[in-house]
C-alpha cells in the first residue's frame, strides 16, 4: 500500500486560504487520494478525493500533481472551525480494507 | 438526518471482561466498518463486512471480533480487554468499496 507523508502540523490565518499537503510518492495507478480530516473528539469526516485531475467541491479543492506523486489540499478561506487533524490517504479502488490513515497534519486556523 | 450512531459514547470495562460495541446506520450503506484509535495516533482499521462478508485485518488481534446480523447494526466485541485495548473505536460505512466513508461520532473505551 502506498504511504502518505503529512507535515505533523501547521498554522493559518484565518480567513486566509490553508494548503495541507501530502507527499505519496509511492502511488500506484488504481489508487485515489482521498482526505479527510478529524475535529477533536470526533469521527472523521469526508472532505474530497480525486484520482489525477484536480478536484473542487463545497469544502476543499484538491490539486494533485502530474506525476501524482503529490497533492495539495486547499481550504479557500479557513475559518476557527477548520482547526482539525487532516489525514490524507491513498486507497486501490478495488479493496476496501487498505485504507490506512497515515499521521495526519494538525491544522490550527488563529484569529 | 441519515447517520451513523454508535453506542454507547462512553464505555468502561474490567480488565478481562467482555465488552461489546454497538453502530447502527440509517444510510443503507453495504459497507461496514471498525477503526481503533489509540490516544494521538491515527484510526486503524480492525475489519470491515461487504455485505455479509467478513474481511479481517491481518494484524487485528483474535481479541477481537464482530457480528453484523443485518445491514444496519454491526457490533464489535472484545472477549478479554486489557488494558491496552483502552481506545476510541470508530465505526464507519460506505457505499460499495469505492465510495468515501462517513463515520459515528465513535465509542471511547476506559479499561480498569
Known amino acids: 500500500d502506498a504511504k502518505t507523508t503529512q507535515p505533523p502540523s501547521m498554522d493559518c490565518a484565518e480567513g486566509r486560504a490553508a494548503n495541507l499537503p501530502c507527499n505519496h510518492s509511492t502511488i500506484s495507478g488504481n489508487e485515489y487520494v482521498y482526505w479527510y480530516r478529524q475535529i477533536h473528539s470526533q469521527g472523521p469526516q469526508y472532505i474530497i478525493h480525486?484520482?489525477?485531475n484536480n478536484e473542487t467541491n463545497e469544502m476543499a479543492s484538491l490539486i494533485i500533481t502530474e506525476d501524482r506523486k503529490s497533492s495539495t489540499l486547499i481550504l479557500p478561506h479557513a475559518t476557527l472551525r477548520d482547526t482539525a487533524v487532516y489525514y490524507c490517504?491513498?486507497?486501490?479502488?478495488?479493496?476496501?480494507?487498505?485504507?490506512?490513515f497515515g499521521d495526519g497534519t494538525t491544522l490550527t486556523v488563529k484569529p | 438526518d441519515a447517520m451513523v450512531i454508535q453506542n454507547p459514547r462512553y464505555q468502561v470495562t474490567q480488565f478481562g471482561k467482555p465488552v461489546t460495541l454497538s453502530c447502527s446506520q440509517t444510510l443503507n450503506h453495504n459497507v461496514m466498518y471498525w477503526y481503533q484509535q489509540k490516544s494521538s495516533q491515527a484510526p486503524k482499521l480492525l475489519f470491515h463486512?461487504?455485505?455479509?462478508?467478513?474481511?479481517n485485518e491481518a494484524d487485528t488481534p483474535d481479541n477481537f471480533q464482530s457480528r453484523r446480523p443485518n445491514t444496519s447494526f454491526c457490533f464489535l466485541d472484545i472477549r478479554s480487554p486489557g488494558l491496552g485495548d483502552a481506545a476510541m473505536y470508530l465505526c464507519a460505512t460506505s457505499r460499495g468499496r469505492y465510495n468515501e466513508q462517513f463515520f459515528g461520532p465513535g465509542t471511547r473505551l476506559t479499561v480498569l
Open positions: 490517504i491513498v486507497r486501490p479502488w478495488t479493496n476496501a480494507g487498505k485504507s490506512t
Open positions: 480525486g484520482l489525477k
Open positions: 463486512y461487504y455485505d455479509k462478508d467478513f474481511n
